[in-house]
């Protein structure tokens, strides 16, 4: 059975150039020029635990002299990535994947598992906090770069703009799946309704 699903790409790109005025032309200083933003697939998370004992461990330098492991299926999870900046003095994709696992692990954003699951912890999850999940626990978004108070203000701007997008696709009445004929979700192999169309 194919699965369908509102969120790809392309609905990811589309979210993150709603909130990317934001980002590039907010108030110097509010955030840095350096940092990773990752949105994790739903049709992932939903299912299977982020680390089985059969997972590979990838290698990931931290900064100078540092490094960590990290379960290969987080990396292999990822829908949707978004550097920003270049010659990082730290590696923001190491850190951001590994508050999207903590929030996989533990189903609530990283800074509320900080303080109210520290027992879930485990070698090589990240202290900080900065991801955003959704209320089924499954769209995992992080940005790591700056404080951890504004990284999770880029996640939950990005998670509920994703949300949006995707609520669009839904059940707008020109183009969205509720303006189609069909009475049961497609799969991925039926076309959508073009915008405009109507």
Not at 12 to 35: C, H, S, Y
């Amino acid at each position: 059975m194919t699965t369908y699903s509102m969120l790809d790409q392309d609905a990811v790109e589309t979210a993150f150039q709603l909130i990317e005025p934001m980002l590039t032309r907010g108030p110097k200083g509010l955030l840095p020029p350096n940092g990773c933003l990752l949105v994790f697939d739903p049709q992932i998370t939903r299912y299977l635990p982020p680390l089985l004992s059969s997972d590979s461990l990838e290698k990931y330098w931290v900064e100078e002299g540092k490094e960590v492991h990290l379960p290969s299926r987080l990396s292999k999870s990822v829908l949707y990535r978004k550097d920003f900046g270049a010659n990082w003095s730290i590696n923001y994709t190491a850190i951001a994947l590994s508050k999207g696992w903590v929030s996989w692990e533990t189903r609530l954003p990283s800074h509320l598992a900080t303080q109210q699951l520290p027992y879930l912890y485990t070698t090589n999850m990240t202290k900080y906090g900065g991801s955003a999940i959704d209320e089924a626990g499954r769209l995992i978004v992080v940005y790591s770069g700056a404080a951890w108070y504004i990284d999770k203000m880029v996640a939950e701007i990005m998670r509920d703009a994703i949300i949006g997008v995707c609520m669009d696709g839904f059940h707008h009445s020109q183009y969205g799946l509720m303006a189609s004929d069909a009475h049961f979700v497609p799969d991925n192999n039926t076309p959508p309704i073009e915008r405009g169309s109507n």
